[in-house]
């Protein structure tokens, strides 16, 4: 509510051309605040705020920005005025926006930064994509051995402003190799004379530069820190990864996993700012290979035709035998992928949750075929033989759900593949296949179809 009402105020100021009661207002709201109100604006009037923020609220404004209307402000400003807002992001964001850029913009941007913008960009972008270096900030505090605590606390005076977190501090020695860390509060109470050297942390958790963004997040999960200092092969720290860049992490494997596991090609866009042939391109490539897959049950109803002619009450079960296979296989799939995201289970763990997976099938299918057969005895009053059919063949769907749905992420996570793209509707069409082939040679058995 209280956006709705900053969005109302700031409309209302910036229509009546109230400039200066606008520009009071902002430099009392919280920088995201603004960046919430500022999205809800069409283009001209977003430029319009934008400019009358004032300058030491401009950088933290942006940052909060979706990447679309960071493009459009940075494209707008004057070459001069745009180098000065990528002056004043840390490292890793302004990384971010231009990795988004044309790379006739980045080169115009990047020659009117100042040399050590330019210098920690480029620093930056050289690393490959969700790794640790590309998400990382080179702004941080580091110390010496030899220093003294008095010594330590005027440099974090110094440098502290443009620092991502002075929390922790981190004591480099002469090749710029992590020996320590030192938390600000024991710079606070020790005496000014200390050395770092002497009171420092010396068992140091670290990433490296090439550690995959999901095992960042994990270890900041595992450690409970709220930064991380990120180093080279030869131990050299270059960076810091912060908790606030881990949440994003978390945030964009999510989603991307979400979207894989409904068949959708990942996209980076929110969903209000992807375009309609956008989101149809994203789509369709799932969609056609699930129905042409799908185009093998059409196969096997051909096939068993006779049966069904003969058994025509057997059709009316179809739908609830895949319907129930792929929940089942549904289920398995996303504990399975879920335990692959966080480690909890590896490739060689495959017979023991395969055999977990058999026995939790085995109970599932059993308590739904007894339901079931009640059912069709008492309320559809089928004949005995065709409710044994359905009900075996409810066991046996069941089964084989439980055993693709946990088997097809693990070889996936073991040949390379996102184990998130052997989610729910590739595994239902299997399944849809195999169930129809059972029902259909179980009903061939029992009820003696030639």
Known sequence: MEGIRDFDIVKELLKTKQYTSLRQKMAEMNAADIAVVLEEMDEEDLLKVFRILPKNMAADVFSYLEVDSQQFIITSLSEKDAAGIIDNLMADDATDLLEEMPANVVKKLLANANPDTRRDINHLLRYPEDSAGSIM???YVDLKENMTVEDAISRIRKVGMDSETINICYVLDAKRTLVGTVALRYLLISPGDAVIGDIMHENVIFINTMMDQEEVARQFQKYDFTAMPVVDNENRLVGIITVDDVVDILQEEATEDMEKMA??????????????????KKRMPW?????????????????????LMAYGVLIAYIPMLMDTGGNAGGQASVTIIRGLSLNEIEFKDGFRVLWKEMRVALLCGITLSAANFVKLLLLDKVSLPVALVVCLTLVAAVLIAKVVGCMLPMLAKKIGFDPAVMASPFITTIVDVLSLLVYFQIATHLLHIA
């Open 137 to 139: 900030t080179v702004e």
């Open 263 to 280: 068949a959708i090609v990942p996209s980076d866009k929110p969903y209000m700012k992807t375009s309609v042939i956008e989101t149809w």
């Open 287 to 307: 969609l056609l290979l699930l129905m042409i897959s799908a185009a093998f049950t059409g196969s096997i109803l051909t096939t068993f035709e006779d049966a």
